[in-house]
Each structure stands twice: as C-alpha cells, then as structure tokens.
C-alpha cells in the first residue's frame, strides 16, 4: 500500500496474512526489533501461533543515559514475551540483550559474516609504500575526518607522507568538505576514489595493507569482515561494533579512542614503522576472520530452531 520506498513508514503490505502468517510457516524471522512494522508482525506471531526469531544490532557501545536504560528495559520486558529466540551478531548484542533482562538461553549466536572466499588473497605483494584504505559513506558518523586529522598530523614527517598513500573510497554530504580540507593541508597522499561497487571494491582491499575504520558510531562495520579476508591490518574506534569480537589489540591491529585524531595517528604510526608487523597483523586477520562464516550461521541458526520448537 503507498509508494514503493523504503524509509521510517514504507513499505506497508498486507502480503504477510497470506504468505507470511501461512499454515506451513513454523518461525517468523524478522530483522529489526523497534520498527513499527516488525513490532506488529511479532505481536500478531503470538495469536497464529508462530515461533518468532528477531536479529537486531543493538548494543551498548554508545553511552547511554540513565533514562534510555530505563525505557529499553521497560520495551524489552514487554516485547520479550513474544520473541522465541535473538539472533546475536556479535559480543556486543549479547551484552546489550543480557543487560535488558533477555534470557541467555534465548540467545544464539548467529554472527554477521561476508563471503570471505571472495575477498581472500593467498598472499599480499612485497609492500612498499603503506596502503591505507577508508571505504564507507562520507558523513560525520562515519568519522572520515578523523582519519584525515591524523594523516595531516603525520605528513609533518616528511618520510610518512612519501611513503605512504591513503585511498578513500564512498560518497556523500561532506565529500565536498573533506576535498577542501585535503587541499587546504596539501595532503598529496590522499585520494579520493569515489564510489565502488563489491567487484571493484576487492581489489582495493587486496592492494591495502592496512584497513581503518573511525566510526564515532557503528553497530557492526562488516567492511571489518571484508578487510580482514584479504589479509589487512586494522585500526579501529572503539565505538565499533565489531572490533570487540574481530580486533584484537597488537594482535591483528589496534583500537583508538574514538573521535581522538591524535591518538588514531599514534596507532598508525606504529604500524607505519614496522612493516614485519604489517603482514603479521595481516595474516592474523586472516587467522580470526577464517572462523567467521556462514556455517557459524548454518551452526547458530540450527540451535535457534532446535530450541524454539522444543518449547
């Protein structure tokens, strides 16, 4: 019903008395546990007698007020009542569930994954200059800025700015602004790449050696997942998402304070003056993110269903 478009009200569609709400249907799984449209579908689940699974990236990694604490608990001892099982796609989300009163048993892990066989390279080529990759859109959330602080500090040596090359690859509001500011700074290291769909993107992640991502806030970041299979080190915020399950600490990479452009580019000088550890961080990207696949899913969701049809 309404226009074709998907935003905070649309898509509205009747289809789901007939094809979802089905005789055969066993389990509802919805993604997305706050929009209007979802919380209906949960709610009528229990009158047809329908197991319903949500996957949802909440989490806690954003501070939140006293009050939002509050009003979640309250949502959560409403809602819980008609959810069977939640799908968790990280440490995160679980910890955001347990800290709303949801029953551990309720929880399975089911984790957000990319197809690592297509981003997989067997081994990267002899580095010479560092290859920073940024991909993501270009707005405040996504913290491009910040990256770009950082790299504007580190150019003060005149070694770092020969000898490496930052490749910003998205799109978006403050595209414009960031260009200025690179030619303000004369950051002749940067380039902007502009949009790249998946095919093209691969290879950029396969030339890199190191990934960062500056988000001052990112439920997830499955670009993480997508870097770390074609063997780059990581530098992450530590208002991502992923980082606490994929980044481990002079393991893979480091995680900086988040919205901390100083601290980011200590983080990046380190790797910058060992290059034995470029490709160690990189390997062991590979090594963590081997057991991020889609069978941990095919693993997780088989649980879920088990456990749900049981009660």
């Known amino acids: 019903l309404g226009p074709n478009k998907v935003n905070s009200i649309f898509?509205?569609?009747?289809?789901?008395?007939?094809?979802?709400?089905?005789?055969?249907?066993?389990?509802?799984?919805?993604?997305?546990?706050?929009?209007?449209?979802?919380?209906?579908?949960?709610?009528?689940?229990?009158?047809?007698?329908?197991?319903?699974?949500?996957?949802?990236e909440i989490n806690n990694i954003k501070k939140r007020s006293y009050f939002n604490i509050f009003i979640n608990k309250i949502f959560f001892y409403f809602i819980d009542n008609f959810i069977d099982c939640y799908l968790s796609v990280g440490r995160e989300n679980t910890k955001a569930?347990?800290?709303?009163?949801?029953?551990?048993?309720?929880?399975?892990?089911?984790?957000?994954?990319?197809?690592?066989?297509?981003?997989?390279?067997?081994?990267?080529?002899?580095?010479?200059?560092?290859?920073?990759?940024?991909?993501?859109?270009?707005?405040?959330?996504?913290?491009?800025?910040?990256?770009?602080?950082?790299?504007?500090?580190?150019n003060k040596n005149s070694n770092f700015k020969k000898n490496t090359e930052i490749l910003i690859i998205g799109d978006g509001v403050l595209k414009n602004k960031l260009i200025q500011f690179k030619k303000k700074n004369n950051l002749t290291n940067v380039k902007f790449l502009g949009f790249k769909n998946q095919n093209s993107i691969k290879s950029y992640y396969k030339k890199s050696n190191l990934f960062i991502i500056p988000s001052r806030?990112?439920?997830?970041?499955?670009?993480?997942?997508?870097?770390?299979?074609?063997?780059?080190?990581?530098?992450?915020?530590?208002?991502?998402?992923?980082?606490?399950?994929?980044?481990?600490?002079?393991?893979?990479?480091?995680?900086?304070?988040?919205?901390?452009?100083?601290?980011?580019?200590?983080?990046?000088?380190?790797?910058?003056?060992?290059?034995k550890k470029i490709i160690k961080f990189g390997n062991n990207s590979s090594k963590i993110i081997s057991s991020w696949t889609f069978n941990e899913c095919y693993v997780g969701l088989n649980k879920a269903i088990k456990f749900a049809l049981k009660k």
């Open 11 to 56: 898509p509205i569609t009747t289809e789901f008395i007939t094809n979802i709400f089905h005789d055969d249907t066993k389990i509802i799984w919805v993604h997305g546990i706050k929009i209007w449209y979802n919380l209906i579908i949960i709610i009528l689940s229990k009158f047809y007698n329908k197991k319903v699974f949500v996957r949802d």
């Open 97 to 154: 569930y347990k800290a709303y009163g949801v029953n551990k048993k309720k929880i399975h892990h089911v984790p957000w994954v990319v197809d690592n066989n297509f981003f997989f390279i067997k081994k990267k080529s002899k580095i010479k200059k560092l290859r920073i990759l940024f991909t993501g859109k270009l707005i405040y959330r996504k913290g491009c800025d910040i990256l770009l602080n950082s790299v504007n500090l580190l």
């Open 217 to 275: 806030e990112e439920n997830w970041g499955l670009a993480v997942n997508e870097a770390m299979a074609a063997k780059n080190a990581i530098i992450s915020s530590n208002s991502v998402g992923s980082a606490q399950d994929l980044l481990r600490n002079n393991y893979n990479g480091y995680i900086f304070k988040n919205d901390d452009y100083k601290n980011l580019a200590k983080k990046i000088y380190k790797i910058y003056n060992n290059k």
